[in-house]
């Protein structure tokens, strides 16, 4: 069976039990401690699993104006996932210690480049722990190999800055952050305050339930719905602050069966870069 949005902690312990092939990818990051996922990673990790560092391995080169967390090359990063052992066909589950936003950022990244058996493990490495599983310090046996086959065309859906500004009346877009920021209360890491005009808020951690699973499909279905206000999943465009937590709102609604939708790589960042472009504050 192929796991493509999320896989249960039980799941994933059969797989292995299965010695199909696999590759886990440790993506636990700290926006405020660049170096924090690393050293937790050091400290104890699912056995086998790689360390995906969301600056160097899942985000590319930044520009003045090109957000926090721009998109990497996708010949690059199709070098960087062979390097893990990621081939067509073999299944990658990804995981984190925060509620799954870097491992949603690695799980979209696989999907861009064609790779579809991935999946974002449900309740991250606390739920593999509760599941009987145990954390290992041992440096991973990887399997490198060469660059990832990405298809010719980035596989996922995104918009750039351009593009949007000029679409602002067409599209419904779902804006990841926190209230507070989104509202343009506070602003910890970007320069502006506020939020993208017409944008719509979805806190990325409001698709998790009081125990840090996933809500059920029906449930996340039934909630975006309301926020799509009729608009089908095409129109619909994903942003954050860098393009990092906008994944995990793309990962609920295709796990939902709402379909592809399109990511602002960007996001506020991006856009706020800018002085020209319009900002808008409160709810």
Not at 129 to 152: E, K
Not at 178 to 191: I, T
Not at 215 to 226: N, V
Not at 232 to 261: I, K
Request: net charge negative; aromatic share 8%; charged share 15%.
């Amino acid at each position: 069976m192929t796991h493509t949005t999320l896989i249960t902690a039980a799941e994933l312990q059969a797989l292995q039990a299965s010695a199909a092939p696999l590759v886990l990818l440790d993506c636990s990051f700290e926006l405020a401690d660049t170096g924090a996922g690393e050293r937790a990673y050091a400290q104890g990790h699912l056995p086998g699993a790689v360390y995906a560092h969301l600056d160097r391995d899942l985000a590319g080169v930044k520009t003045l104006h090109n957000g926090r967390h721009p998109l990497p090359d996708r010949a690059s990063f199709a070098a960087t996932a062979g390097t893990w052992g990621v081939a067509p066909g073999v299944q990658v589950v990804t995981y984190d210690h925060m509620g799954a936003p870097y491992a949603a950022r690695a799980w979209w990244l696989l999907r861009w480049l064609g790779h579809t058996a991935v999946a974002v493990l449900d309740g991250g490495a606390a739920a593999w722990r509760a599941a009987g599983g145990t954390l290992s310090t041992a440096a991973p046996q990887i399997r490198a190999l060469q660059p990832y086959p990405a298809a010719a065309e980035p596989a996922m859906p995104t918009i750039d800055t351009t593009r949007l500004q000029s679409r602002l009346n067409e599209v419904l877009i779902l804006d990841a952050r926190a209230g507070e920021r989104f509202r343009g209360d506070v602003e910890p890491l970007d320069p502006v305050a506020g939020h993208i005009p017409g944008a719509t808020l979805r806190f990325f951690k409001d698709n998790l339930s009081e125990g840090g699973h996933f809500k059920p499909a029906a449930q996340l279905r039934a909630e975006f719905e309301t926020l799509m206000r009729g608009h089908g999943s095409a129109a619909v465009v994903q942003q954050c602050g860098s393009g990092v937590t906008a994944c995990h709102n793309l990962l609920a609604m295709s796990h939902a069966g709402l379909g592809e939708t399109t990511l602002y790589p960007g996001s506020w960042s991006e856009w706020c870069s800018e002085p020209t472009r319009p900002v808008a504050r409160g709810a």
